[in-house]
């Protein structure tokens, strides 16, 4: 059985080659969105190029562009549109269709239209236009009332950047010293990161809002790289619907972006979103300095006039105050005339009463004189009287003691010296010579005196004492029995 025609692989493929080669012999045109630029140390750049559906990839194709491509179409790009190229771009590639044995079909990137590019951002900034539109919050930073006095500002920038330190310095440089209070909350204010920088930052704020004012998104330095991240739907979505108004300073562009169109207030640069707010400061500060350079005048005019009416015042006062003076004076003299008639009244009055007291005091003091001396005159009778009697019944009392004493004396003398003789008696029945005269003998050991506490042992030398003789004794045998 014959083998049936075959090919080597690399046979296959160069056939494909060849094929595409005359199938594709020219360039064309084809939109896709750059997925992912993957630009290589060398300088060649191999992008991922998709199409999407319902943000589903229905197509993916690798794309190839030499560096001396690439640096062209870099330049040119961003001379035009003003942004460099970046991932998740949709863009218009000039390409050439190629097949690879190793890597299969491609695409070589021969250019990129800018021009597509920038259609497609106005078309970005156009849609998020008509989008805010629709929902009715276009214009809704723009209704919202600010503060008479906004000097507590929010200010979404970056610490280093030029626009910053401007707008700060203009702010606390104004000869008449206006306070600002501003907190800085950083963000990144250019290109794609900046959409979800400043949303966040915008979502801080929110939560403390009662702290500002208003908020500021300041930019400054960086030309006008990186604009379209301002025509996002999201971001002026979050910027027209923030409670506070949003205040921007992210000029050095031709075209207004969406964040400035539908913010409260934008200036072309940091500056002059500075300036405004200074100028808010010296229209309320404009009647103020009026007011000073007619307060001196109208000081003085008030002073004179308020001088006027003090003078006529005073002398009004003072002729009043005479003749109240003189009414009082008069109405003193009156009252003390008359305190004056009334104190001679009373004391005219006093002495007579006086000198009848006092000849009432004279004769009564007589008087009572006289019956004191009387009442004396009587004790001294009284006790003249009864102290004789007295005292004779006292001396009686004592003789008639003296006279009983007298006749008791004997027969207590004698019952005493008989309780002594008795007494005398029992004393020498206890005497111990009396004891040992009737048999009795007192026996002791070396201890002393036997007893009951003090008791012999066997063979223990006794020493008795008679009224006779004194005898010494061993102990034979010892009981206690008494028997």
Sequence with gaps: ???????????????????????????????AEMHKLNQTRKGHCYPELVQKEDESIVVEMRGTIWKQHFER?????????????????????????????????????????????????QRERQ????????????????????????????????????GYSDFVTLLNGHPKRYHFSTFLFEATLQGDAAITSIQNQLKRIEKIKHHFDAVVIIRG???EIGMHCYNNYELSKAIATFPLPVLTGIGHSTNLTVCEM??????????????????????????????????????????QGATNQFAQLARAFQQEVQAAIQFEKN?????????????????????????????????????????????????????????????????????????????????????????????EVRLKLLDPITVLQRGYAIVTNEKGVLSAKN?????????????????????????????
């Design 331 to 423: 109405d003193f003299l009156n009252t003390v005339k008359d305190f004056e008639f009334r104190v001679k009244h009373k004391m005219s009055y006093s002495n007579q009463l006086l000198s009848e007291l006092r000849n009432q005091i004279r004769s009564s003091s007589s008087y009572r004189l006289e019956t004191q001396k009387r009442k004396l005159d009587n004790n001294i009778d009284l006790l003249q009287i009864h102290g004789k009697s007295f005292i004779n019944t006292g001396r009686q009392s004592v003789l008639n003691q003296e006279n009983q004493l007298i006749r008791s004396l004997p027969r207590t003398f004698e019952s005493e010296e008989l309780k002594l003789e008795k007494a």
């Design 73 to 121: 179409i870099q330049q040119k790009f961003f001379e035009i549109v003003k942004e460099p190229l970046h991932d998740g771009m949709e863009l218009l590639f000039h390409v050439k269709i190629t097949y690879h044995p190793l890597y299969n079909i491609g695409l070589e990137i021969i250019d990129i239209d800018p021009n597509y590019t920038l259609g497609a951002l």
């Design 1 to 31: 059985m014959e083998s049936p025609q075959h090919f080597t692989l690399k046979q296959v493929a160069e056939s494909i080659r060849k094929t595409i080669a005359e199938r594709y012999s020219r360039t064309y045109w084809v939109t």
């Design 221 to 223: 330095g960086g030309g």
């Design 127 to 162: 849609e998020t236009l008509e989008r805010l539109n629709r929902e009715g919050i276009l214009n809704a930073n723009q209704d919202l009332e600010m503060a008479l006095v906004p000097k507590r500002l929010a200010i979404i920038s970056q610490a280093d950047s030029k």
């Design 455 to 483: 008791k012999s042992k066997v063979g223990e030398e006794l020493k008795i004492v008679t009224d006779a003789q004194t005898l010494t004794a061993e102990v034979k045998a010892a009981s206690s029995d008494k028997n």
């Design 262 to 303: 539908i913010a409260f207030r934008n200036g072309i640069t940091p500056s002059d979103m500075a300036y405004f707010l200074l100028r808010i400061f010296e229209e309320l500060d404009e009647p103020l300095d009026e007011i000073l350079v007619k307060l001196p005048q109208q000081i003085q005019h008030f002073m």
